[in-house]
Protein backbone atom coordinates (compact mmCIF):
# COMPACT_ATOMS: atom_id res chain seq x y z
CA UNK A 1 0.00 0.00 0.00
CA UNK A 2 1.03 3.58 -0.66
CA UNK A 3 -0.13 6.39 1.76
CA UNK A 4 -0.49 9.99 0.74
CA UNK A 5 -0.97 13.22 2.59
CA UNK A 6 -2.77 16.41 0.66
CA UNK A 7 -2.39 19.51 2.79
CA UNK A 8 -4.35 22.33 1.45
CA UNK A 9 -7.33 24.64 2.68
CA UNK A 10 -9.57 24.05 0.49
CA UNK A 11 -11.83 20.72 0.40
CA UNK A 12 -12.80 20.62 -3.29
CA UNK A 13 -9.00 20.24 -3.92
CA UNK A 14 -8.73 17.28 -1.18
CA UNK A 15 -11.66 15.46 -3.00
CA UNK A 16 -10.30 15.83 -6.27
CA UNK A 17 -6.74 15.19 -5.46
CA UNK A 18 -8.15 12.23 -3.03
CA UNK A 19 -9.97 10.99 -6.16
CA UNK A 20 -6.71 10.48 -8.42
CA UNK A 21 -4.40 9.58 -5.30
CA UNK A 22 -6.71 6.78 -4.56
CA UNK A 23 -6.88 5.70 -9.24
CA UNK A 24 -2.75 5.51 -8.64
CA UNK A 25 -3.11 2.89 -5.62
CA UNK A 26 -3.02 5.19 -2.82
CA UNK A 27 -4.70 3.96 -0.14
CA UNK A 28 -4.64 5.49 2.87
CA UNK A 29 -5.30 9.38 2.28
CA UNK A 30 -4.70 11.71 4.95
CA UNK A 31 -5.87 15.05 4.31
CA UNK A 32 -4.35 18.09 6.50
CA UNK A 33 -5.73 21.88 6.34
CA UNK A 34 -2.66 23.75 7.49
CA UNK A 35 1.32 22.71 7.87
CA UNK A 36 0.44 22.55 11.49
CA UNK A 37 -2.16 19.68 11.62
CA UNK A 38 0.10 18.17 8.67
CA UNK A 39 3.32 18.38 11.15
CA UNK A 40 0.94 16.98 14.14
CA UNK A 41 -0.44 13.75 12.29
CA UNK A 42 3.54 13.01 10.94
CA UNK A 43 4.47 13.45 14.60
CA UNK A 44 1.71 11.50 15.67
CA UNK A 45 3.41 8.43 13.34
CA UNK A 46 1.90 8.64 9.81
CA UNK A 47 4.45 7.76 6.96
CA UNK A 48 3.21 9.30 3.72
CA UNK A 49 5.00 7.99 0.67
CA UNK A 50 3.92 11.22 -1.11
CA UNK A 51 2.64 14.70 0.47
CA UNK A 52 0.78 16.48 -1.91
CA UNK A 53 1.55 20.50 -0.57
CA UNK A 54 -0.31 23.71 -1.77
CA UNK A 55 1.81 26.68 -2.01
CA UNK A 56 -0.48 29.14 -0.14
CA UNK A 57 -1.90 28.48 3.50
CA UNK A 58 -2.99 29.85 6.67
CA UNK A 59 0.11 30.41 9.10
CA UNK A 60 3.12 29.05 7.66
CA UNK A 61 4.02 29.47 3.76
CA UNK A 62 3.60 26.46 1.72
CA UNK A 63 7.84 26.13 0.75
CA UNK A 64 8.57 27.06 4.57
CA UNK A 65 6.97 23.53 5.21
CA UNK A 66 9.23 21.84 3.25
CA UNK A 67 12.19 21.79 4.95
CA UNK A 68 10.25 20.35 8.11
CA UNK A 69 8.13 17.83 6.23
CA UNK A 70 11.65 16.37 5.06
CA UNK A 71 12.62 16.47 8.30
CA UNK A 72 9.15 14.70 9.93
CA UNK A 73 8.73 12.62 6.50
CA UNK A 74 12.23 11.97 5.42
CA UNK A 75 10.78 9.18 2.60
CA UNK A 76 8.14 10.95 0.85
CA UNK A 77 8.41 12.78 -2.19
CA UNK A 78 6.88 15.84 -2.11
CA UNK A 79 4.69 17.24 -4.82
CA UNK A 80 4.30 21.38 -4.44
CA UNK A 81 0.58 21.99 -5.78
CA UNK A 82 -0.74 25.42 -6.64
CA UNK A 83 -2.96 28.18 -8.54
CA UNK A 84 0.35 29.93 -9.68
CA UNK A 85 1.86 28.69 -12.36
CA UNK A 86 5.33 31.28 -12.29
CA UNK A 87 8.20 29.68 -13.40
CA UNK A 88 9.57 32.25 -10.22
CA UNK A 89 7.52 29.57 -8.09
CA UNK A 90 8.55 26.65 -9.67
CA UNK A 91 12.32 27.26 -9.32
CA UNK A 92 11.27 28.08 -5.84
CA UNK A 93 9.70 25.56 -5.16
CA UNK A 94 12.89 23.02 -6.35
CA UNK A 95 15.28 25.04 -4.62
CA UNK A 96 13.63 24.43 -0.81
CA UNK A 97 13.65 20.75 -1.16
CA UNK A 98 10.45 19.53 -2.99
CA UNK A 99 10.91 17.22 -5.65
CA UNK A 100 8.07 18.36 -8.19
CA UNK A 101 5.83 21.49 -8.92
CA UNK A 102 2.11 21.43 -10.52
CA UNK A 103 -0.20 24.27 -11.16
CA UNK A 104 -3.85 23.39 -9.99
CA UNK A 105 -4.73 24.63 -13.55
CA UNK A 106 -3.47 21.67 -15.05
CA UNK A 107 -5.09 18.50 -16.90
CA UNK A 108 -5.58 15.34 -14.08
CA UNK A 109 -3.69 13.39 -16.58
CA UNK A 110 -0.62 16.07 -15.81
CA UNK A 111 -0.81 15.16 -11.62
CA UNK A 112 -0.92 11.33 -12.59
CA UNK A 113 2.57 12.02 -14.52
CA UNK A 114 4.06 13.98 -11.52
CA UNK A 115 3.07 11.92 -9.08
CA UNK A 116 3.99 8.84 -11.06
CA UNK A 117 7.73 10.78 -12.12
CA UNK A 118 8.07 11.73 -8.18
CA UNK A 119 7.56 7.58 -7.53
CA UNK A 120 10.30 6.53 -10.06
CA UNK A 121 12.77 8.84 -8.38
CA UNK A 122 12.79 11.89 -10.58
CA UNK A 123 11.99 15.51 -10.60
CA UNK A 124 8.24 17.13 -12.01
CA UNK A 125 7.55 20.35 -14.27
CA UNK A 126 5.64 20.57 -16.64
CA UNK A 127 7.35 20.88 -19.92
CA UNK A 128 6.72 24.87 -20.16
CA UNK A 129 8.05 25.08 -16.85
CA UNK A 130 11.12 23.33 -17.39
CA UNK A 131 11.67 25.17 -20.47
CA UNK A 132 11.22 28.96 -19.13
CA UNK A 133 13.36 27.96 -15.89
CA UNK A 134 16.01 27.14 -18.17
CA UNK A 135 16.07 30.14 -20.23
CA UNK A 136 15.66 31.95 -16.47
CA UNK A 137 19.01 30.27 -15.67
CA UNK A 138 20.38 31.34 -18.38
CA UNK A 139 20.19 34.73 -17.99
CA UNK A 140 17.59 35.48 -21.38
CA UNK A 141 14.47 35.89 -19.04
CA UNK A 142 14.41 37.74 -15.46
CA UNK A 143 10.96 36.81 -13.60
CA UNK A 144 10.79 39.45 -10.48
CA UNK A 145 9.24 37.41 -8.66
CA UNK A 146 11.97 34.86 -7.96
CA UNK A 147 13.27 37.58 -6.11
CA UNK A 148 10.51 37.61 -3.62
CA UNK A 149 10.49 35.57 -0.12
CA UNK A 150 7.58 33.06 0.16
CA UNK A 151 5.72 35.59 2.85
CA UNK A 152 5.79 38.66 -0.04
CA UNK A 153 4.37 36.27 -2.16
CA UNK A 154 1.55 35.31 -0.36
CA UNK A 155 1.10 39.00 0.11
CA UNK A 156 0.76 40.17 -2.98
CA UNK A 157 -1.51 37.75 -4.56
CA UNK A 158 -4.10 38.67 -1.52
CA UNK A 159 -2.98 42.54 -2.36
CA UNK A 160 -4.03 41.23 -6.48
CA UNK A 161 -7.48 39.75 -4.82
CA UNK A 162 -8.41 43.20 -3.19
CA UNK A 163 -7.54 42.09 0.22
CA UNK A 164 -6.79 45.44 2.63
CA UNK A 165 -3.75 44.91 5.22
CA UNK A 166 -5.56 44.33 8.14
CA UNK A 167 -7.29 41.48 5.73
CA UNK A 168 -4.20 40.05 4.66
CA UNK A 169 -2.88 40.38 8.57
CA UNK A 170 -5.78 37.97 9.76
CA UNK A 171 -5.84 35.81 6.63
CA UNK A 172 -1.93 34.92 7.30
CA UNK A 173 -2.47 34.80 11.25
CA UNK A 174 0.43 37.48 11.45
CA UNK A 175 0.54 41.14 12.71
CA UNK A 176 -0.42 44.40 10.78
CA UNK A 177 2.87 45.69 11.50
CA UNK A 178 4.29 42.34 9.60
CA UNK A 179 1.49 42.86 6.83
CA UNK A 180 2.77 46.64 6.67
CA UNK A 181 6.18 45.61 6.55
CA UNK A 182 5.84 43.34 3.52
CA UNK A 183 3.78 45.46 1.60
CA UNK A 184 6.53 48.13 1.89
CA UNK A 185 9.43 45.75 0.97
CA UNK A 186 7.05 44.83 -2.06
CA UNK A 187 7.19 47.94 -3.21
CA UNK A 188 10.91 48.32 -3.40
CA UNK A 189 11.73 45.41 -4.62
CA UNK A 190 9.15 45.63 -7.41
CA UNK A 191 9.82 49.33 -7.87
CA UNK A 192 6.01 50.28 -8.20
CA UNK A 193 3.91 52.87 -5.61
CA UNK A 194 1.23 52.38 -3.42
CA UNK A 195 -1.18 49.57 -2.65
CA UNK A 196 -2.66 50.16 -6.03
CA UNK A 197 0.61 50.22 -7.99
CA UNK A 198 1.22 46.41 -6.32
CA UNK A 199 -2.28 45.47 -7.04
CA UNK A 200 -2.11 46.38 -10.83
CA UNK A 201 0.93 44.58 -10.55
CA UNK A 202 -0.38 41.06 -9.17
CA UNK A 203 -3.18 41.11 -11.81
CA UNK A 204 -0.59 41.96 -14.20
CA UNK A 205 1.69 38.73 -13.26
CA UNK A 206 -1.17 36.70 -12.58
CA UNK A 207 -0.17 35.90 -8.80
Do not use: C, W
Not at 45 to 65: E, F, N, R, T
Not at 156 to 163: D, E, H, N, P, S
Amino acid sequence: MKAALVIDDHPITHLGASRLLRDLGYDPIAQAMSGEEALAQLGDGQKPSLIVLDISLPGAGGLDLVAPLQHAAPEARILVFSMNDQTGFAARALQAGAHGFLSKNAPPADFREAVRTLEAGEFYLSARQAVALATMRAGASADPLAALSERETQVLGLIGRGFSLQAIADELGVSYKTAANTSSALKKKLGVDGINGLMKFALESGV
